[in-house]
Structures are given as structure tokens and as C-alpha cells.
């Protein structure tokens, strides 16, 4: 009282302000506890489906309890509340219409307030948050293959939607694969028994739910004996069930455009997490050769477990997993939707699908130098040293992956090189060609997440976040004495860069500052700041220097990410080699539950860091010893070519162009902020014509990566891109509503 009068005579706090802030904490002080009403299958604002799982919670305040009663719009609900053995009220609110519905909570303890929470419903069709749909749209339901051998048959609209259907399998003893179980009301004879990670023993029979979601074709699968066990509710979930959720991932990224998918490019019937209790989902647009576009993985993943959780309950914990294509996914979709998972454990690890396709960019810009006339003189030794790679098949391997940015069909270019690569499921007159058809439709990571990039008002195409200006090619090599300075200002005076439609030009390309931002905010290029900073990640597997474009920079970009974004990096776990698969998910396992099982109020940051396991420490499985058991060198994992570690000298890492360039080795900076040139920046002696040549080659300043990049914000987690109103990044139909209207002027 003191320190609040001397503050008001003083005039330190205006007297006004300070009594409405004292009257407000003195209300709030007193005001009586409420009822808590909150969702637990996902968030009020963006439900799919019609039905959402909510709790409620009294407060004990000792008041004599009434009769709880619940309404959906005014529509009393209370039967569809059960309680708990916590004491806490669950119940499955079914018959939501589209847009906002309001739920009313009464009846609470006397003394105790009550509650309303405004639930925004949305077609199990979508989209939520990824913005307008993509155009065209194949559906794949017709060939899509059931556990019986059946297919789903048909799509019965534009939605690509089909009858959700469940069937069941069963594994026989002694058996290795799946059996369609002929009949619901008796097991076969030779139905083996499993027993899960809690101790329970269960039949081995698995329920199978597949149906439409999003567009895409999703797939729950869970232990489940129909003959003994309950129909699976939120309230009765199934005996075999360990109460852990795994969201499956495909891989591959190039042909992932304006197609449902008719497969999962991962087999969800995964016997040996299934015979633990562990429950997995899916869909085809959480593969990335069906749909190279990871922020609408993440929409597809949060309506996934949302269904999920309201068939059979909220899970313990939540763990994603996947190769390649299904490692950033999974690393994509924890940063960008916090919460969503718990823990990751993944190989064939890239940070995201576009930087395969920028480092690709540069390194094609290099072939195209390479095979100039003029620049033969650059030895093989030279031009290794000025890509970075591992050998001369390596970086044309990752060149290739150039490909994914270019629509133009047949282009003759570098050997192997495949442009407008497609899936034969699209038919030839919906695709774009610069002549004969350029208003169809583009096959790029670009186009294919337009709603995040945006649009070019001049070309409708979608807006590119590539950009080289001021980017040194081959700096490292310069003052490593591998290339002379005339060698140095050749290469970066003719690389170029890329137009529209990826065909080279003399001049260097300038990215769009706005497409650049909203990479970075939507996640499709990883931050590592979002939900990565706070659960368990383990990178794990084997890795390829040579050829095939897995290499191990990527997996270096990742943790250097989530370091620069958060300061650390400890929940980062590195086993590189032939790693025990089965020794690598018992300890994730442990190191989630731990966490899960954690009731205290410590930050998730936190609770990771406290339970992390002795085991989850750096190292490699040594395979040089020739040892059917690979013995484990536990050591931090660092990036370097050199022999300068057992790990290293066995997996050494090599560089890429942008990293040679002087770029950072998270390979994240899309576009640098310019500094003058100084000399005193370059190991080798320029002559003063060499240094005018220089500021003519960068007349605006050269790359300085001692700084962020341009518009290198964090990742805005939760974001929408439309149609939901919350947290609302970018609505492209603006864009394209003024494109419409300069087309029709």
C-alpha cells in the first residue's frame, strides 16, 4: 500500500491508470472460480468434421454440486459427458454445424461461474488454414488398395470423397504378414497373441479405418479385437492399445503436385509397432510424391489426429516418423504446429524440400558455367572444390535436383537431368507448357504452395524465393588457393541465374521479398524454432557423400538451425551408421513417456532437457570393424571432411555450393544482406584492375552472412493462410482477385 500510494503522489504512475490496473487484479482476485471448458482433440478455432472432444473441469470449492448441464447452440448435450476417473467431464459433441457453434457449460458448484467456448467447425474436406485448394485436382480413390485386396472404388464428388470403410487384419502365428480377417465374430484358429510395452496380452488383430480427409486418403490402424472389445469411443479404447499415437510419412518429393494419391509411400500395417500397442495414422497428402507442400501436411496431420483422438481418446504421446521426404515432413510439421508431436525420430534427413531444390539451383548454375568453352580451364580438382561436394557425381546429382523447380517439359540440359517431372495420372492437356498450354498448370515446389509464396500479378505464376545476388561462387576455394582470382571473377561474372520458368539468363535473380517472409513464416523453409525447440529429435541412419543427393550437410543444416534459432541444440540426437532401428525407437520411447508422464509446470523446453536419457548422446555405429554387431563410438557429431574423429574419419561430411560460397552451413539465408567489397576479406592478392573487375561483377555489395538473411523472420506456429480468420498470415485470393481484375481490364 506504501509503494502504491508514493507511486501515485509521485506522479510515477499516472493515478488514473494505476487505479483501474489495482481495480481490475483486485476483481480478478476475487472473482469466483470457473468452470474450465477446453478441447482435447484440437483447437476450438479450427475443428473438422463435425464433432470435436471436449472436457470440462470443476473447480472444488467444497460448494454443494448441481447437475452439470451442456448445450451445442442452444441444444442440451449433457448425456454425451461422462466422467472421468480425474474427477474432469469428457464428452464427444457430435452434429456441429459449419462455422461458429457455441457450447455452454451450467450447473457448476455453487459459488462457481460457468463456461462458453465458440468451437469453428470445418468440412472434413477442408482446407483450415492452407489457403484455396489447389487446381486441378486428381482424385486416386479408384485404385487405392484395401487390406483385402479391394480398392475404395470411385470418387462420389469434387471432394474426392468415398465411404469411410474399417476392415480388419490379423498376423498368424508364426506368421510374417497380415491376413484379411473373414469374420468379425470369431477369430481364426490361428490368430497369434501379442503382448504390448504396458504388459497386455491381445489378441493380434488390427482395425483398419480408411476414408476420405482433406482431399487425401487417410488411414488409421490400432489393435483392436472386435469379438471381445467394445465398439473404440473416447471412453473405451482399446485393451491392446499403449496408448501411443506414431504419424507415418511417405518420402520423395518430385511429381507431388494436384493429385490425391493412391498410395502411402510408407506401409501404415507396421507389424512390430503394431505387436507393442503403438497406434499409427497416415494420409496420401503426408506423402510428398503425392504432395510436395508441407504446410498442408501439417493441416492434414492436425485433422488426422484429431479424428483420431475422437475414435479412441487422447494418446499419452505422439511420435512422427519417416525417410527422406518423410523426415522433413515430419520435422516441418513439429516446427510449424507445436504440440502436434512429442518426439521425432527419422533418417535420410533434409531440412525441407526446398533446400534440395535451391542448393540444386545453384549447383545447376555451376554445370551451366562448367560447360562453357571458355571455362575449361578449370580442372575437375576445381571445380570439385568450388561445389563442395564429396567428387564431380555428387554435385551434378544434387544439380539435378534443379529439376523440381522447372516446368518446362523435355528441356535439354545436363545428363539425367528430368524437368516438368509429372505423374502419369494427370492428364497431358492440364499441363503447363510455355507455348501450347501456358495457362496450365506448373509442376514445381513453388506453384504447388502458391498460397504461401503467392502469385505474380503479371505471369499468375507462383512468386520464387531463390535469389544469388551478391553471393560469392566459390569464395572458399578463392582463398583456399584452389582457383586464381581471374578464375574466381570469370565464374562469378558469368553464373546468372534463373527466370520464371528456370531457363538461364545472363543476370543474376533477385527473390521476392515477400515470398521470402512467408517461407520463413509458414515453415516451408525449416526454422527450428517453433515446436523443434522443445521435444526429443533424433536423426539416425545411414548417410551418402557420393551420389543420390542424401547427404550429410542437410542433417548438419538441421541441428545448426534449431541452434541458431534457440541457442541450443541438446534435444538434438545424432547416431550415424548402421543404427539399430529397434535400440533407436525403445529409447525415443522412453525419453517421450518420461516427458508425457511429467505433470509438473516446467516449460516442455525443459521437461526434454531433464529427461533425457544417458543414451541420448552423439555417436556412430562403426561398420569398418566388419562386426555383425557394429560397435557405438559415442562422440559429438561434427561436420568436417577431415579424419579428425572415429566418427569422421568413417562419415566424413562434405560442403555445397552456397556453404563454399561463404553462406551458413543451416543453408537458410534465401537472401543475403549486401556489404561493400573490402579487400581484406580475401586470402588471395587482387590486382587494382581485378578489384574494378569486382565491384563491376557485384556493383551492389557482396553477400554478408555474418547477418541474417533479408525478411529472415521466425516461423509464426499455428499460422493459417485461410480460410480460418486466426492467425491469418497471407490470404492469396487478394492477390488473385487483383490479377483478375488487371486480366479482364
Known amino acids: 500500500t506504501v509503494l502504491v500510494n508514493t507511486l501515485r503522489d509521485t506522479g510515477v504512475i499516472d493515478a488514473k491508470l494505476l487505479d483501474a490496473r489495482l481495480e481490475a487484479a483486485m476483481e480478478e482476485a476475487t472473482a469466483p472460480p470457473g468452470l474450465v471448458l477446453k478441447p482435447l482433440s484440437t483447437h476450438a478455432d479450427r475443428v473438422s468434421g463435425g464433432n470435436v472432444l471436449l472436457e470440462i473441469t470443476t473447480p472444488r470449492t467444497g460448494g454443494a454440486p448441481r447437475p452439470l448441464t451442456v448445450t451445442l447452440n442452444g441444444r442440451d448435450i449433457s448425456p454425451a459427458f461422462k466422467t472421468t476417473s480425474e474427477g474432469t467431464h469428457v464428452g464427444l459433441v457430435t452434429g456441429l454445424s459449419l462455422g461458429r457453434n457455441r457450447v455452454q457449460a451450467q450447473g457448476a458448484p455453487w459459488g462457481v461461474s460457468n463456461a462458453a467456448l465458440v468451437v469453428t467447425n470445418y468440412s472434413i474436406a477442408g482446407p483450415?488454414?492452407?489457403?484455396?485448394?489447389?487446381?486441378?485436382?486428381?482424385?486416386?480413390?479408384?485404385?487405392?488398395?484395401?487390406?483385402?485386396?479391394?480398392?475404395?472404388?470411385?470418387?462420389?464428388?469434387?471432394d474426392c470423397s468415398v465411404p469411410t470403410r474399417v476392415q480388419y487384419?490379423?498376423?498368424?502365428?508364426?506368421?510374417?504378414?497380415?491376413?484379411?480377417?473373414?469374420?468379425?465374430?470369431?477369430?481364426?484358429?490361428?490368430?497369434?497373441?501379442?503382448?504390448?510395452?504396458?504388459?497386455?496380452?491381445?489378441?493380434?488383430v488390427v482395425r483398419v479405418e480408411t476414408g476420405p480427409m482433406n482431399r487425401g486418403i487417410y488411414q488409421n490402424v490400432i489393435l483392436h479385437d472386435p469379438t471381445r472389445d467394445p465398439a473404440p469411443s473416447p471412453y473405451s479404447p482399446p485393451a491392446g492399445w499403449n496408448k501411443r499415437l506414431i504419424a507415418v510419412h511417405g518420402t520423395g518429393c518430385p511429381s507431388g503436385w494436384y493429385r490425391q494419391g493412391g498410395v502411402w509411400g510408407v506401409n501404415p500395417l507396421d507389424a512390430k509397432r503394431l505387436a507393442e500397442g503403438y497406434a499409427l495414422f497416415t494420409n496420401t497428402l503426408n506423402h510428398p510424391t503425392n504432395s510436395c507442400n508441407p504446410f498442408l501436411a501439417g493441416e492434414t496431420a492436425m485433422m488426422g489426429k484429431e479424428h483420431f483422438i475422437e475414435t479412441f481418446g487422447v494418446p499419452l504421446a505422439t511420435m512422427s516418423t519417416g525417410v527422406s521426404g518423410g523426415a522433413y515432413?515430419?520435422?516441418?510439421?513439429?516446427?510449424?504446429?507445436?504440440g502436434l508431436f512429442d518426439g521425432l525420430l527419422f533418417t535420410a534427413t533434409f531440412p525441407d524440400a526446398l533446400s534440395i531444390a535451391l542448393a540444386g539451383m545453384d549447383a545447376r548454375l555451376l554445370t551451366h558455367v562448367f560447360a562453357d568453352a571458355e571455362a575449361a580451364d578449370l580442372t575437375a580438382a576445381q571445380r570439385v572444390a568450388v561445389s563442395g561436394y564429396a567428387g564431380l557425381q555428387a554435385f551434378v546429382d544434387?544439380?539435378?535436383?534443379?529439376?523440381?523447380?522447372?516446368?518446362?517439359?523435355?528441356?535439354?540440359?545436363?545428363?539425367?537431368?528430368?524437368?516438368?517431372?509429372?505423374?502419369?495420372?494427370?492428364?497431358?492437356?492440364?499441363?503447363?507448357?510455355?507455348?501450347?498450354?501456358?495457362?496450365?498448370?506448373?509442376?514445381?515446389?513453388f506453384d504447388v504452395a502458391r498460397n504461401i509464396y503467392?502469385?505474380?500479378?503479371?505471369?499468375?505464376?507462383?512468386?520464387?524465393?531463390?535469389?544469388?545476388?551478391?553471393?560469392?561462387?566459390?569464395?572458399k576455394a578463392l582463398n583456399d588457393g584452389m582457383i586464381t582470382p581471374k578464375q574466381f571473377l570469370d565464374l562469378n561474372e558469368r553464373i546468372g541465374g534463373f527466370d520464371h520458368d528456370s531457363n538461364y539468363t545472363s543476370a543474376r535473380t533477385t527473390g521476392d521479398l515477400s515470398?521470402?517472409?512467408?517461407?520463413y513464416q509458414s515453415g516451408v523453409t525449416l526454422g527450428g524454432g517453433g515446436g523443434l525447440a522443445s521435444i526429443p529429435v533424433m536423426d539416425v541412419g545411414r548417410y551418402n557423400e557420393l551420389e543420390r543427393y542424401h547427404y550429410q550437410w542437410f542433417h548438419f543444416a538441421v541441428r545448426e538451425r534449431m541452434r541458431?534459432?534457440?541457442?541450443?541444440?541438446?534435444?538434438?540426437?545424432?547416431?550415424?551408421?548402421?543404427?539399430?532401428?529397434?535400440?533407436?525407437?525403445?529409447?525415443?520411447?522412453?525419453?517421450?513417456?518420461?516427458?508425457?508422464?511429467?505433470?509438473?509446470?516446467?516449460?516442455?523446453?525443459?521437461?526434454?532437457?531433464?529427461?533425457?536419457?544417458?543414451?541420448?548422446?552423439?555417436?556412430?555405429?562403426?561398420?569398418s570393424s566388419g562386426a555383425s554387431s557394429a560397435p557405438f563410438f559415442a562422440e559429438p557429431q561434427t561436420f568436417s571432411s577431415r579424419p579428425d574423429s572415429a566418427c569422421n574419419k568413417e562419415y566424413p561430411s562434405y560442403s555445397f555450393v552456397r556453404h563454399v560460397a561463404g553462406g551458413p552451413l543451416d543453408g537458410n539465408v534465401l537472401k543475403c544482406q549486401l556489404k561493400p567489397i573490402d579487400g581484406r576479406d580475401y586470402q588471395a592478392s587482387f590486382t587494382d584492375a581485378e578489384i574494378g573487375h569486382l565491384r563491376r561483377v557485384f556493383p551492389r555489395g557482396v553477400c554478408d552472412f555474418s547477418k541474417p538473411g533479408v525478411n529472415q523472420v521466425p516461423v509464426v506456429t499455428w499460422a493459417s493462410f485461410g480460410p480460418s480468420p486466426d492467425n491469418l498470415v497471407f490470404d492469396v485470393t487478394k492477390q488473385t482477385r487483383q490479377l483478375s481484375r488487371a486480366e479482364s481490364r
Open 128 to 158: 483450415i488454414i492452407s489457403g484455396p485448394r489447389l487446381q486441378p485436382f486428381i482424385c486416386q480413390t479408384e485404385g487405392f488398395k484395401m487390406p483385402d485386396g479391394s480398392v475404395l472404388g470411385p470418387a462420389t464428388d469434387a
Open 169 to 204: 487384419v490379423y498376423m498368424p502365428t508364426g506368421g510374417q504378414a497380415f491376413k484379411p480377417l473373414p469374420d468379425t465374430t470369431s477369430l481364426p484358429a490361428e490368430v497369434a497373441t501379442t503382448t504390448t510395452l504396458t504388459g497386455a496380452t491381445v489378441a493380434f
Open 329 to 338: 515432413t515430419s520435422l516441418q510439421v513439429a516446427d510449424a504446429f507445436p
Open 398 to 445: 544434387a544439380a539435378k535436383q534443379s529439376q523440381r523447380t522447372d516446368p518446362v517439359p523435355g528441356r535439354v540440359d545436363l545428363e539425367g537431368y528430368n524437368s516438368a517431372v509429372w505423374h502419369e495420372s494427370v492428364p497431358q492437356a492440364l499441363r503447363y507448357h510455355p507455348t501450347a498450354n501456358p495457362k496450365g498448370a506448373r509442376p514445381t515446389v
Open 454 to 475: 503467392g502469385v505474380d500479378p503479371t505471369t499468375g505464376f507462383a512468386l520464387r524465393p531463390f535469389d544469388n545476388v551478391g553471393v560469392q561462387y566459390g569464395l
Open 515 to 519: 515470398a521470402i517472409k512467408r517461407a
Open 564 to 623: 541458431r534459432q534457440n541457442g541450443y541444440a541438446d534435444n538434438h540426437v545424432m547416431w550415424r551408421g548402421a543404427v539399430p532401428a529397434d535400440r533407436a525407437w525403445a529409447l525415443l520411447d522412453a525419453w517421450v513417456t518420461a516427458i508425457a508422464t511429467d505433470r509438473s509446470p516446467m516449460s516442455g523446453a525443459r521437461k526434454t532437457l531433464k529427461h533425457k536419457p544417458l543414451e541420448a548422446v552423439d555417436g556412430c555405429f562403426s561398420e
